[in-house]
């Protein structure tokens, strides 16, 4: 597990352009955290690292947005999914098990539907201002980039 601490905004997408450049094709990431935590702010980090141009809002009401950078970046938002029927319809496979980067905020929702393998990322509120990143490796896959991730925290991460 490796904490990171977020001052601003600009903090979130920093770390996500720094994680975004460290992942490669088939990466799955699950953002977890409470409304306004700063999902979407560090899915659009990730979008800076992985190159792609478009600008990267929210999928709130759209569920999934693809992106073209140096890989295919899948930005999936569950929040407003009903049911685990309408889970099965978005195709998440073809996502997951791709030759894309894919982020799903909110993921800690499809349960079963994850992947036997991903990074989770959980977003909080700082009580002393700004957020806190709490990165963890879900399966052997993800241990590498946690390593990198914890050069990027310092000591005290
Ligand atoms: N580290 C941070 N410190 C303070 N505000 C932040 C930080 N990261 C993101 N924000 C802000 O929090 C608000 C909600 O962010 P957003 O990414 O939309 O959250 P979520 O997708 O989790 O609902 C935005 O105004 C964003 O600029
Ligand atoms: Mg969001």
Redesign the pocket.
């Given at each position: 597990m490796v904490q990171i601490r977020?001052?601003?905004?600009?903090?979130?997408?920093e770390l996500g352009a720094a994680l975004g450049r460290l992942l490669g094709p088939g990466d799955v990431l699950i953002?977890r955290?409470?409304?306004?935590?700063?999902?979407?702010?560090?899915?659009?980090g990730l979008a800076r690292g992985l190159e792609v141009k478009a600008t990267v809002t929210?999928p709130t009401f759209t569920l999934i947005q693809e992106h073209q950078g140096r890989l295919p970046f899948y930005h999936i938002?569950v929040y407003r999914l009903e049911g685990p029927a309408a889970a099965l319809e978005l195709g998440l496979d073809e996502y997951f098990y791709g030759q894309g980067v894919t982020a799903v905020?909110w993921g800690e929702r499809l349960e079963g539907l994850l992947p036997p393998e991903y990074l989770d990322v959980y977003?909080a509120y700082?009580p002393a201002?700004?957020?806190l990143a709490t990165f963890a490796a879900r399966g052997p896959r993800y241990h590498c980039i946690l390593e990198e991730l914890r050069q990027i925290a310092g000591p005290g991460g």
């Open positions: 977020l001052q601003d905004a600009g903090a979130t997408r953002l955290g409470e409304l306004g935590a700063g999902k979407t702010t560090l899915a659009q929210s938002d905020e977003l700082d201002g700004g957020r």
